[in-house]
């Protein structure tokens, strides 16, 4: 017995180690090479790479698949596996004490990397938040870290406004400890502390572009499994000697290479860091990069594919399989505004999500393959698919239902006739903002017509470009399809806050575009005028969801997902887009990062 | 001569006055938004907004904004001579930006240039010679070709003939000489092909009509009847005086060219000054806008300036005037 128990286990510890080895040998066969990405026209950065100042998936898809570490991150996969919070710099990812409102992170043994090459500490952490909060220094999402503002961190706001010297909620007792205390209890702090502004900086190389924005885009000292190129020649012994790393021109090229000082024991996201190197490459000339990804001398393009690549793959035998959809985590909408006529009619608004042909709509978008037709505000990947089947607002095909919409405006005050037309003069000639994108130049012919169906006639203006018209509350613009919108991280919060809350209508950058909550206080602050009288404010809801954690959250976010839908309609939501990636046929091994909703570069491989 | 040239030179420095005072007008004063907001990012606050706008000078009167650019044009800035200032987006010097993108530009003129000039010409005076004959409907035919392909067309078509499908290696994208003759020009044969070949058809055009013109002269029926060689009739005196217009017109499609080859470095993807101008405006990065239209301002001026001056040169009777 003891025999065959022992022949067993020797069997199964062979197969072990076969299956490691295989696992390894494979891994060690996937190693190496140059993964190349084209990049359509610009990089576009948001704050020229600096960290503490990128908001846009492009920015974070590198800095969290290769380059920085965060106390906690992802795993750098597609769908729920791929937002569900692990430990980075972090042991492990804390469970919050003291109600929720304190989390104590304790670091790995982590070197950043050259030219700084020492171990990262707490106040390295502590440093990047300041920098966050300093308005000089140019970052981005403060207001997911600002007490005053969403509500976290204590002493954020003193800090960022002067009056303070330190953040009073973060304490870093020693080298490999740092502690946040919140004001209130965040469900999604830990969604927050992922974000790639969080990642250490080290002083010694930062402090030389305080208060000049984006300048330390060109000099990233890196943590990750890469580096820019030319990192290690730097000299940071003085603000003098530093020169911009050499792997980064600052705008049509960026190497980044491997990081000697990155120890893969330490690793617990699952990057894998198998090509050796990343050259991304701007090309003004979108049809060039899909020819060289068919030639062999790219891998992939940066961005999703527009539809021409798209019908190319999908039609092409031996192409196909290197076609890859994964959710975008976005919406595509037309916005209302409330305070607008004809909009200032619930009845309206929703007679418009009814008339309107969304099939039609994503058809300006490349057709199925560009998305599914979006039915709520949230998409259904940040709302556990609980309004999966939820769709208020259903016509056959979703290509818009002319007796649907008629019963709709008969109840309406502008249609006193109930004709279910708009009979009423604030239904004629209403200003509608087109965007400057292709897209839009299709999209708004379908929705002057269906809404002509219905009596609302249009006079259509086309800005460029189109948010800044739109994103000024003084300038009173009924309604624009221009607007889209993505998450922040997986947290549905990050649609609500910046879309529907009355703190996030602001006189310039507005994004509550609907002015959802709108006050006679704030609407003078801003500007805006027309009828305020009947407009809904989700403040509370919101401030209800905002406490909660884990399964409770996220059915409560769905549930004011529903409330929108039904009580408010600010919006019509037409499509849940797709990121489409075409890849060339070198590449040997890819996956798609949830998170960033970019190609999870941590995870891919390149045929040798 | 002196005093001809002198004029000239002052009357270049008015005009390279005045753009700088439009184009500061045209850029800074007119509403195109707010630049400061393009740079806030998502949600800023006023007080964001105020420190951007203090942080890019943009919150002092225009008539200051005005006069301390036009001081660092022409004294210099921290960044060098002439000063241009820095990108609102990166911080970068303008004139580092236009340094790194103008050999782009100016390779892609140079050898563009050199084609159709000598393409162009010589296809002009071809035809002017045998007027009438095949070969002049033919040439013209080809001129006309050249005139009417629109630039992204023949581009497009240019890199899906020779690179895509018979796997020549000109290549998109820019090389410089310093990774070797080779790697640099075969990233520009393409571009020089393509933007030449517009140009050509317009030189042959013009060179034809101007020499039948000038062949029409009695002048040419004395060099004739004195027994000169055909040669050297049409050469020497035909195209001498037919080069006028040529130069006029090579002196502004060179400046233009600086600032305006966008289309041929998009589809290239050479990314030189042209594109920079786009990018820059798109973006709301004014110090670049304005820092490539100065520059081509500038080129516009010195190479009008050098083409009164060759004028001066080829017809005498402009210098005496």
């Given at each position: 017995m003891v025999l065959l128990l022992a022949a067993v286990a020797t069997a199964i510890g062979v197969a072990a180690s076969v299956g490691s080895a295989s696992s390894g040998s494979a891994k060690k066969s996937l190693a190496g090479g140059?993964?190349?990405?084209?990049?359509?026209?610009?990089?576009?950065?948001?704050?020229?790479?600096?960290?503490?100042?990128?908001?846009?998936?492009?920015?974070?898809?590198?800095?969290?698949?290769?380059?920085?570490?965060?106390?906690?991150?992802?795993?750098?996969?597609?769908?729920?596996?791929?937002?569900?919070?692990?430990?980075?710099?972090?042991?492990?990812?804390?469970?919050?004490?003291?109600?929720?409102?304190?989390?104590?992170?304790?670091?790995?043994?982590?070197?950043?990397?050259?030219?700084?090459?020492?171990?990262?500490?707490?106040?390295?952490?502590?440093?990047?938040?300041?920098?966050?909060?300093?308005?000089?220094?140019?970052?981005?999402?403060?207001?997911?870290?600002?007490?005053?503002?969403?509500?976290?961190?204590?002493?954020?706001?003193?800090?960022?406004?002067?009056?303070?010297?330190?953040?009073?909620?973060?304490?870093?007792?020693?080298?490999?400890?740092?502690?946040?205390?919140?004001?209130?209890?965040?469900?999604?702090?830990?969604?927050r502390m992922a974000m790639s502004a969080t990642a250490p900086i080290p002083v010694e190389v930062a402090k030389c572009f305080e208060g000049k924005p984006g300048a330390y885009g060109r000099d990233v000292v890196s943590t990750g499994p890469y580096m820019i190129e030319g990192a290690d020649q730097v000299d940071d012994s003085s603000c003098s000697a530093l020169q911009p790393m050499s792997g980064y021109d600052g705008q049509t090229n960026l190497t980044l290479v491997r990081n000697p000082n990155y120890d893969p024991k330490t690793e617990s996201t699952g990057r894998l860091a198998l090509p050796d190197s990343f050259v991304f490459t701007v090309d003004t000339n979108t049809d060039d990069i899909y020819n060289k990804i068919k030639a062999g001398q790219l891998e992939q393009n940066e961005v999703s594919a527009p539809s021409k690549p798209i019908r190319?793959?999908?039609?092409?035998?031996?192409?196909?399989?290197?076609?890859?959809?994964?959710?975008?985590?976005?919406?595509?909408?037309?916005?209302?505004?409330?305070?607008?006529?004809?909009?200032?009619?619930?009845?309206?608004?929703?007679?418009?999500?009814?008339?309107?042909?969304?099939?039609?709509?994503?058809?300006?978008?490349?057709?199925?393959?560009?998305?599914?037709?979006?039915?709520?505000?949230?998409?259904?990947?940040?709302?556990?698919?609980?309004?999966?089947?939820?769709?208020?607002?259903?016509?056959?095909?979703?290509?818009?239902?002319?007796?649907?919409?008629?019963?709709?405006?008969?109840?309406?005050?502008?249609?006193?006739?109930?004709?279910?037309?708009?009979?009423?003069?604030?239904?004629?000639?209403?200003?509608?903002?087109?965007?400057?994108?292709?897209?839009?130049?299709?999209?708004?012919?379908?929705?002057?017509?269906?809404?002509?169906?219905?009596?609302?006639t249009f006079k259509v203006r086309v800005a460029k470009p189109a948010y800044p018209v739109i994103q000024t509350p003084r300038k009173n613009i009924p309604i624009s399809e221009r607007p889209r919108w993505f998450k922040d991280y997986a947290d549905a919060l990050t649609f609500f806050a910046a879309l529907f809350t009355s703190k996030a209508i602001i006189p310039s950058g507005n994004t509550n575009y609907s002015l959802v909550g709108i006050t006679p206080a704030i609407a003078k602050k801003v500007g805006a005028t027309g009828d305020l009288t009947n407009v809904p404010s989700i403040d509370d809801k919101y401030a209800v969801c905002q406490a909660q954690i884990g399964d409770a959250r996220v059915a409560c976010w769905a549930a004011l997902d529903k409330y929108l839908m039904l009580n408010v309609v600010p919006w019509v939501p037409y499509l849940s887009a797709y990121n489409v990636y075409t890849l060339g046929s070198t590449v040997a091994k890819w996956d798609y990062d949830q998170f960033s909703g970019t190609t999870a570069f941590a995870r891919v491989a390149v045929k040798g | 001569m002196a005093l001809y040239i002198a004029r000239r030179l002052i009357w270049t420095l008015v005009v390279v006055l005045a753009v700088l005072g439009l184009t500061f007008v045209v850029f800074y004063l007119l509403p195109a938004g707010d630049p400061a907001l393009r740079f806030a990012g998502r949600s800023p606050t006023p007080e964001t907004l105020a420190e951007i706008r203090h942080r890019l000078g943009l919150d002092h009167p225009w008539w200051y904004q005005f006069g301390r650019y036009s001081w660092h044009f022409f004294a210099g800035d921290q960044y060098g001579w002439p000063g241009l200032g820095y990108s609102y987006s990166g911080g970068f010097s303008v004139m580092s930006q236009i340094t790194t993108r103008a050999p782009r530009t100016l390779f892609l003129i140079m050898g563009a240039a050199i084609i159709w000039l000598t393409l162009g010409v010589t296809i002009g005076v071809i035809s002017a010679v045998k007027r009438r004959s095949w070969i002049d409907r033919a040439a013209m035919g080809f001129a006309l070709f050249g005139l009417s392909a629109p630039v992204f067309w023949l581009g497009l078509m240019a890199l899906f003939i020779f690179?895509?499908?018979?796997?020549?290696?000109?290549?998109?994208?820019?090389?410089?000489?310093?990774?070797?003759?080779?790697?640099?020009?075969?990233?520009?044969?393409?571009?020089?092909?393509?933007?030449?070949?517009?140009?050509?058809?317009?030189?042959?055009?013009?060179?034809?009509?101007?020499?039948?013109?000038?062949?029409?002269?009695?002048?040419?029926?004395?060099?004739?009847?004195?027994?000169?060689?055909?040669?050297?009739?049409?050469?020497?005196?035909g195209l001498r005086a037919s080069l006028t217009p040529i130069v006029t017109m090579f002196g502004l499609d060179i400046a233009l060219l600086v600032g305006g080859a966008v289309i041929t470095e998009s589809v290239f993807n050479l990314q030189g000054l042209g594109w920079l101008a786009i990018d820059s405006a798109l973006g709301q990065d004014l110090p670049v806008v304005l820092g490539v239209t100065m520059l081509t301002a500038v080129a516009v001026a010195v190479m009008n300036l050098i083409v009164d001056i060759a004028y001066a040169f080829l017809d005498p009777r402009v210098r005496t005037q």
């Open positions: 140059t993964y190349r990405i084209g990049w359509d026209t610009e990089f576009g950065w948001t704050d020229s790479f600096d960290p503490t100042g990128e908001y846009l998936a492009d920015g974070f898809g590198i800095y969290t698949n290769l380059m920085l570490r965060t106390l906690v991150a992802y795993p750098h996969t597609a769908g729920p596996a791929g937002t569900k919070i692990v430990a980075d710099l972090a042991t492990a990812v804390p469970k919050p004490t003291n109600g929720g409102k304190t989390y104590t992170f304790h670091l790995k043994a982590v070197k950043f990397g050259p030219p700084v090459n020492r171990l990262v500490t707490s106040k390295d952490i502590l440093y990047s938040m300041e920098r966050l909060a300093n308005p000089k220094d140019g970052g981005q999402y403060v207001f997911y870290y600002d007490d005053s503002e969403l509500g976290a961190i204590k002493g954020f706001h003193a800090y960022a406004t002067g009056k303070a010297k330190t953040i009073s909620g973060i304490r870093t007792p020693n080298a490999r400890t740092i502690v946040f205390n919140l004001t209130t209890a965040e469900g999604d702090f830990l969604n190319e793959w999908a039609t092409n035998p031996s192409l196909k399989k290197l076609l890859h959809y994964n959710s975008g985590d976005g919406t595509y909408y037309v916005t209302m505004n409330l305070t607008q006529a004809p909009f200032d009619d619930i009845h309206v608004r929703k007679a418009m999500n009814l008339i309107i042909d969304k099939d039609g709509l994503r058809k300006a978008w490349g057709g199925p393959i560009s998305g599914t037709i979006a039915t709520h505000i949230v998409p259904d990947s940040l709302e556990g698919n609980i309004l999966k089947n939820f769709d208020p607002y259903k016509t056959p095909g979703e290509q818009g239902s002319l007796a649907k919409a008629q019963a709709e405006m008969k109840l309406s005050k502008y249609d006193p006739g109930h004709t279910g037309k708009c009979t009423a003069s604030q239904c004629k000639g209403v200003l509608f903002i087109q965007g400057e994108r292709f897209q839009d130049t299709q999209m708004t012919p379908i929705i002057v017509a269906d809404a002509a169906k219905i009596g609302i | 690179w895509r499908e018979l796997g020549l290696p000109f290549d998109t994208g820019y090389e410089p000489l310093s990774a070797g003759v080779w790697n640099w020009s075969r990233h520009l044969i393409l571009p020089w092909c393509v933007l030449a070949l517009l140009y050509a058809g317009i030189y042959a055009r013009v060179t034809r009509n101007s020499l039948l013109e000038t062949l029409g002269e009695d002048y040419i029926r004395t060099a004739r009847a004195k027994g000169l060689s055909e040669r050297s009739v049409i050469l020497k005196h």
